[in-house]
């Protein structure tokens, strides 16, 4: 079993729709990042977080510690917003990132 | 541009052959990470760098592997006597510190035939 495990591994919505993508962990970890892959490779960092919740523009991200899980969060998607989302944690005590296989999102005009 | 760079984007070469890649990161960032992705995947950790020093190493690392980053900027990543599983995007990446934000490269493609 995966140590990240992300759901929906796909996921097709039409444009204006609200958007979750899940992130369950099983180690300890010291921070959890969000990462946006366009095709032809290349990630953008989105949030970085080790509790709560960060906002920035339409997309929203929370972390429950206790729970080990994380949702990325999308309001008014748009067909720009058609990516792989990544989730990846940094365990505690070490540096070994560990990610998940990634949500391939894609919004319909 | 100030971003992480890499370099080539593209390599093709055949089995055997030794390839380098080379990753110029952020200026200021102390970290220096190294990722391998095949098609479908998430990236996969190979090794990272606290200055010029190599702290951690992937088991999936094998001795065929070799990652320097000789004056704690610039880092290469050779890959000796490649192997077709060896086919994947390598990406680098860079932060200040543990629990900084990670700013990727474009990554290096490489096809071995």
């Known amino acids: 079993k995966n140590e990240v495990e992300q759901s929906p591994q796909n996921l097709t919505a039409q444009e204006g729709e609200f958007i979750t993508i899940n992130c369950s962990y099983s180690?300890?970890?010291?921070?959890l990042h969000w990462l946006q892959q366009h095709p032809g490779g290349g990630i953008v960092s989105l949030f970085m977080?080790?509790?709560g919740k960060k906002k920035h523009g339409r997309l929203i991200a929370t972390i429950n510690i206790q729970e080990k899980h994380s949702s990325l969060h999308i309001t008014a998607s748009h067909p720009r917003d058609s990516a792989v989302y990544i989730c990846a944690v940094e365990p505690l005590n070490n540096n070994d990132m560990r990610f998940g296989a990634g949500t391939r999102l894609t919004v319909k005009p | 541009d100030t971003g992480v760079s890499q370099d080539p984007r593209h390599k093709i070469t055949k089995r055997g052959q030794n390839v380098t890649f080379r990753c110029d990161p952020i200026?200021?960032?102390?970290?220096l990470y190294w990722y391998r992705q095949t098609l479908g995947q998430g990236p996969e950790f190979l090794t990272y760098f606290q200055n010029e020093a190599q702290l951690e190493k992937s088991r999936l690392l094998s001795d065929r592997f070799s990652a320097e980053r000789p004056k704690g900027s610039f880092s290469t990543l050779e890959i000796q006597r490649t192997e077709q599983g060896d086919s994947a995007m390598y990406l680098c990446a860079s932060s200040r510190g543990q629990g900084e934000k990670l700013f990727f490269g474009s990554g290096t493609q490489l096809s071995v035939l």
């Open positions: 977080l080790s509790s």
């Open positions: 200026s200021e960032h102390n970290r």
């Open positions: 180690v300890g970890i010291s921070a």
